[in-house]
């Protein structure tokens, strides 16, 4: 069956780097685009970044750009480098893979998603 496993989450300090990655099984998420969600403590899921089937980028409104950079390894691998963390990126981050080609903020555009990993920031 299809699985997408997150790694890289863990306790960091404000101001510090994390690397979380994601693998997706089962089959080839080639054509499809990929993403990353957060759930902070007490708050709904949102969209992170996201990469469409063509590898192209997009990301939250200024929260993480020019702090977090996505990159499609390949069509089942995607890593999201996350530096300058703040406080306030504490958050469960969940890896997505989407139903078509672009990379959409919209939840219910992706088919499948990870069992997510706790990303914690202290100040």
């Known amino acids: 069956q299809v699985q997408l496993v997150e790694s890289g989450g863990g306790l960091v300090q404000a101001g510090g780097s994390l690397r979380l990655s994601c693998t997706a099984s089962g089959r080839t998420f080639r054509g499809y685009g990929m993403g990353w969600f957060r759930q902070p403590p007490g708050k709904e899921r949102e969209f992170v970044a996201g990469?469409?089937?063509?590898?192209?980028?997009t990301y939250r409104t200024n929260s993480v750009d020019g702090r977090f950079t996505l990159v499609r390894d390949n069509a089942n691998t995607l890593t999201l480098q996350m530096n300058s963390l703040k406080p306030e990126d504490t958050a469960v981050y969940y890896c997505a893979a989407a139903r078509g080609r672009s990379a959409s903020s919209r939840e219910d555009e992706y088919a499948y998603w990870g069992q997510g990993t706790q990303v914690t920031v202290s100040s």
């Open positions: 990469t469409s089937a063509t590898t192209y980028n």
